[in-house]
């Protein structure tokens, strides 16, 4: 740090700038100049500290005084104190109480300080349900840049710079996509694909936000929704004025009761405020947002059929060309994002795409927003850096996997990702990496798996998913998954074939080359996964008809081993059918024809005597 | 009211007094989260006894509010509590026992109860 006297730590986190963490900075250097302290005294500006809520914070360094709740009217008076005279000011420092067992920092919780928080700024922090706790933390200030001193050219630019990604799944540049949007021309004419007749007005473009979080164990569009409604709008807002869109739809899950409620409210409010309508912020921009409910379709998260659902059709996907951009909803061109990449924007404006880009890896820049669940110990909401590890995620984010357990796969991508091994856990976390490893980045649901799971069982449960979910549009997708299902069950049940593999693998392969849309792309990803990283647990179901994790129901036999067996009776009396006997004090015995392999016994068992093979 | 860019600074000052704790001395802080996450826990028992603790205490200078979900879902509930001046503490697996406690001994005694706190301070942000 130089060789100065002092060196003062200015935070510049998000947090402390909307405090005025700026003009207290330069009202130091303002008093180190009068006093001619400048030689002496370093004022530097640094990354979030943590201590959000008590910014503006300052660290006099080497002495590590911390001073906070600084305002510009403080300074004079702390410089000449404690810089001229050499006499730290009490009453602006914080000074933890003492003790023996202090509770953690949150920067000392791997939970809460391996995390990086963008496009969750806010969780926690404020009333979602007041607009006007977004705007004191800064709200609506980076839409307020925009209108008055940004040209649309200049957002996208922006934008673009940042190196911003699509969050819902395939990684498109975002800036780029507005771009094409925005020079789309507007077709006149009303008879152009997916014009129903009742046609907007011809100048309309529209952009839309997809809420239609479909798959299982994800929760990251949600929880943004529910705790920072107005992040949304606000990037919705800048996203509208940046390509020259009139209208926006937010297309929401209907099982989100909580967050829509919550984005309707935002929406009166902003309405009120004339943040949404005609000449928002008194300027002459005019843009408004309707929100639209989806029925809980899994491929309306592919955006071409969650414009035909939204223009009321079925939900299906379309070939693209012309894409959304050209000729989307109504015909007009139209540019759809998710949830998290909207709520990414205000942020860029605010701090610029050079602070943006820092974060992150070469290609991939910025956060993620990941919901961990599955067998791991802190289930929850995460935001990281990208480029950080898998192994960091689940072992330090995460805490590891509980009850002592061995970990065995992460599933990223949801039923459209892939399963990576333990071999492949220092992986850094972007679209590209993800991507070899065979999975994709998918909208950030994370799946734990430790030796408890068969990873068979794993490609069947994903395929039956997808297999439900699939539209039927195009029969790669519809014929494929119903028979590679049918495969991948009669592998669970012991009738599997050899050759069976290699036909999975054949498959999953055409499909993901021939299907129409990104569900049909990605729906082979389990088993292809699954196969590459832990083919012996395949090779084990169909030539010795046994499942390793002692899953498959039809390849597995509970027994007492006489060894354990005190003769409790626990067993016995829990079983569902019956089919345990035994005196007490005696060891019992499992009769293999009545037994329906439920595991009860096994997970009663106080003694450890239950078998499974 | 239409607002105008000028107004959001406004807005801000304004609201600086409840958001920071800062102006009026002995003010506390009560924020439940109540996330979908929260809420499927039991947060609601937790936010109205909260409320009525504070009622029952005549308490005039104790804000209860609301967010969304810390994080930490498997948790909750939880809330965080803020003592003006002082970094936030986050309790964690609140049941209304609980909350009674923290609200004798943190907000009216002024002692954190370390055996639900989970953690001081806040997040990294940006």
Same mark, same amino acid.
């Given at each position: 740090? =130089? ?29 180190? &100049? ?9 004022? @530097? ?29 403080? @300074? ?207 300027? =002459? ?10 029925? =809980? ?18 939900? &299906?996907? $379309? ?67 990208? =480029?950080?590890?898998?192994? &960091? ?66 490609? $069947? ?47 999953? $392969? ?104 | ?126």
């Amino acid at each position: 740090m =130089g060789n100065y006297r002092f060196n003062l730590l200015v935070c510049a986190g998000t947090g402390c700038v909307s405090n005025n963490a700026f003009k207290v900075k330069a009202a130091l250097e303002k008093e180190i &100049e009068k006093h001619k302290l400048q030689e002496e005294i370093q004022v @530097i500006s640094t990354g979030c500290n943590g201590f959000c809520a008590n910014g503006p914070i300052m660290v006099v360094k080497p002495d590590d005084i911390f001073y906070q709740l600084l305002t510009e009217e403080d @300074i004079p008076g702390l410089v000449e104190e404690h810089f001229l005279k050499g006499r730290p000011v009490e009453k602006l420092m914080y000074t933890p109480a003492k003790d023996e067992h202090p509770i953690p920092k949150m920067s000392d919780i791997p939970f809460f300080g391996k995390q990086q928080l963008i496009a969750l700024s806010n969780r926690g922090l404020i009333d979602p349900e007041n607009i006007d706790e977004y705007i004191a933390l800064g709200g609506y200030q980076a839409l307020a840049k925009v209108l008055t001193k940004m040209t649309p050219e200049q957002v996208i630019e922006e934008i673009q710079t940042a190196g911003l990604r699509g969050r819902g799944g395939a990684g498109f540049p975002t800036g780029k996509k507005w771009e094409f949007c925005r020079n789309a021309l507007v077709s006149e004419d009303s008879s152009a694909p997916g014009n129903n007749g009742n046609s907007p007005s011809a100048a309309d473009k529209y952009i839309i936000c997809n809420a239609d979080e479909g798959d299982p164990g994800a929760f990251m569009d949600r929880s943004i929704v529910e705790s920072d409604p107005h992040a949304l709008l606000e990037g919705m807002l800048i996203g509208a004025y940046a390509i020259g869109a009139t209208h926006g739809f937010i297309y929401i899950r209907g099982e989100y009761p909580l967050a829509l409620e919550r984005l309707t409210q935002a929406l009166e409010q902003a309405r009120e405020y004339g943040l949404l309508g005609d000449e928002i912020l008194g300027t =002459g921009f005019s843009f408004d947002i309707s929100v639209s409910k989806g029925a =809980g379709a899994f491929v309306c998260g592919e955006e071409t059929s969650l414009i035909g659902s939204l223009e009321g059709k079925l939900p &299906e996907p $379309r070939v693209r060309p012309p894409y959304p951009a050209q000729s989307g909803y109504m015909g007009k061109p139209t540019n759809i994002n998710n949830v998290e990449t909207w709520a990414n924007v205000p942020h860029i404006i605010n701090r610029g795409a050079a602070w943006f880009s820092s974060i992150g890896t070469e290609t991939s820049k910025g956060t993620k927003v990941f919901s961990l669940v599955g067998k791991v110990n802190n289930t929850g909401l995460v935001e990281v850096p990208m =480029g950080i590890t898998m192994r &960091e995620i689940v072992f330090d984010i995460g805490g590891g996997i509980p009850d002592g357990k061995k970990f065995k796969a992460v599933q990223t991508g949801g039923p459209s990702g892939g399963c990576i091994p333990e071999s492949l856990l220092d992986t850094p976390v972007d679209y590209e990496s993800l991507v070899q490893a065979g999975s994709i980045m998918g909208s950030g649901g994370m799946i734990v798996m430790d030796e408890g799971n068969c990873m068979v069982e794993v490609a $069947r449960y994903f395929v039956s998913f997808t297999q439900q979910e699939s539209c039927g549009k195009c029969t790669p997708c519809r014929e494929g998954t119903w028979h590679m299902l049918n495969i991948l069950e009669n592998i669970s049940q012991g009738k599997g074939q050899e050759g069976d593999i290699e036909l999975l693998e054949k498959m999953g $392969r055409y499909i993901k080359e021939t299907a129409l849309c990104g569900l049909g792309n990605t729906a082979p990803n389990p088993v292809l996964t699954t196969i590459r990283y832990f083919r012996n647990e395949y090779e084990a179901h169909i030539r010795e008809k046994r499942c390793p994790a002692g899953v498959c129901k039809a390849l597995i036999t509970y027994s007492i081993d006489p060894e354990n067996c005190t003769g409790c009776t626990a067993c016995a009396k829990n079983c569902p059918v019956a089919c345990i006997s035994g005196e007490r004090k005696q060891t019992h015995v499992i009769n293999q024809e009545k037994c329906i392999k439920c595991g009860m016994c096994y997970s009663v068992c106080n003694f450890d005597a239950v078998r499974v093979r | 009211m239409k607002l105008k860019p000028e107004d959001l600074n406004k807005i801000r000052e304004r609201m600086k007094s409840t958001s920071r704790l800062r102006e009026a001395e002995g003010k506390a802080k009560i924020n439940v989260h109540l996330g979908t996450c929260g809420i499927a826990s039991g947060a609601r028992e937790i936010l109205h006894t909260f409320l009525e603790l504070v009622e029952a205490s005549g308490a005039d200078d104790v804000l209860v509010t609301t967010s969304g979900c810390a994080g930490l879902c498997k948790r909750e509930p939880m809330a965080t509590i803020e003592i003006a001046g002082q970094a936030p503490v986050k309790y964690v697996d609140l049941t209304p026992e609980k909350v009674k406690k923290v609200f004798e001994e943190h907000i009216k005694g002024g002692t954190v109860v370390k055996e639900y706190a989970l953690a001081v301070g806040s997040e990294r942000l940006g």
